[in-house]
């Protein structure tokens, strides 16, 4: 009995030990609707009308138009992404199963922004006749 209590709490030790890279990979959401360059890169064409780029990209943060009046469609976003995770005892549990007493804790904080801009041109008739994109991670 006592050796599946020592067995149950060294695998519990090891389950609560991710760092925070770990933990902001298992909370972030890289999925679903979100702007990515990949869905720029998949769904945006030469020759799409403005609805269809609605639909692909949600709608602009800013509309303007160039030199010719032709609209100019800006998608800019800006994401941080703060983890901070904090461990408490993993190491007092080592030392007490080793049958030295002791606590221990430890804490890491991560902070990373991303950026995506997409530049939307389009044509007199409403179709896009060009587009670019840049982002940036830091």
Not at 48 to 67: C, R, W
Not at 73 to 90: L, R
Request: aromatic share 8%; charged share 25%.
């Amino acid at each position: 009995m006592r050796r599946k209590y020592i067995l149950s709490m060294v695998l519990i030790a090891f389950i609560g030990c991710a760092s925070a890279n770990v933990h902001r990979k298992n909370v972030q959401d890289d999925t679903g609707d979100r702007l990515t360059v990949g869905t720029v890169q998949r769904n945006i064409k030469v020759g799409m009308t403005s609805a269809q780029v609605i639909e692909a990209l949600g709608s602009p943060n800013v509309v303007t138009t160039d030199e010719e009046r032709r609209e100019v469609w800006v998608y800019d976003k800006i994401a941080t992404d703060v983890t901070y995770s904090q461990s408490e005892g993993e190491s007092g549990l080592f030392l007490i199963l080793a049958g030295v007493g002791g606590s221990g804790s430890s804490g890491s904080k991560s902070t990373s922004q991303r950026t995506l801009t997409v530049v939307v041109k389009f044509d007199k008739e409403n179709k896009v006749r060009d587009f670019a994109y840049h982002s940036s991670k830091f």
